[in-house]
């Protein structure tokens, strides 16, 4: 779902420093659809079946866009919250599997260490928009 919300978010926010926003939120939606990816990968490693229903399995949830398209400020703030999620899950799901099953364990500690590192880079990109300037960062 993090993939969709933030290609979503990235095709229809505008306003001063959209244009540098849009392209940090469609190359993290990609990085989220590779995190998708390895998931769906271990899953079927496993032998199961990835879920297509991703609407009624999602824990993070969805964020709809706002409708202010400008309030670049508030589409962090729910990337922000969606990063958060994420961190929390990985983090539960790492102890999980922790001498359980090295593997998915070793799968969630990179995924956690990634979220985190995100989460870091957008909450750096909320001062430059209170100010008027967004500084972006390439640890993306």
Excluded at 73 to 85: N, P, Q, S, T
Excluded at 105 to 126: G, R, Y
Aim: glycine share 4%.
């Amino acid at each position: 779902m993090a993939h969709f919300q933030y290609f979503l978010y990235a095709q229809i926010i505008e306003g001063i420093d959209a244009e540098t926003l849009k392209k940090e939120l469609e190359q993290q939606s990609l990085d989220e659809m590779n995190h998708a990816k390895i998931l769906a990968n271990r899953i079927i490693q496993l032998g199961g079946t990835p879920n297509t229903k991703l609407t009624e399995t999602s824990t993070c949830g969805f964020s709809p866009p706002l409708e202010d398209r400008a309030d670049l400020a508030h589409v962090i703030e729910l990337v922000l919250e969606g990063e958060r999620c994420a961190i929390e899950k990985y983090n539960r799901l790492a102890k999980k599997y922790h001498m359980k099953d090295l593997v998915t364990h070793e799968i969630f500690e990179d995924l956690l260490t990634d979220e985190v590192s995100d989460e870091e880079d957008w909450e750096n990109f909320l001062p430059g928009l209170k100010k008027g300037s967004v500084s972006i960062s390439t640890d993306f």
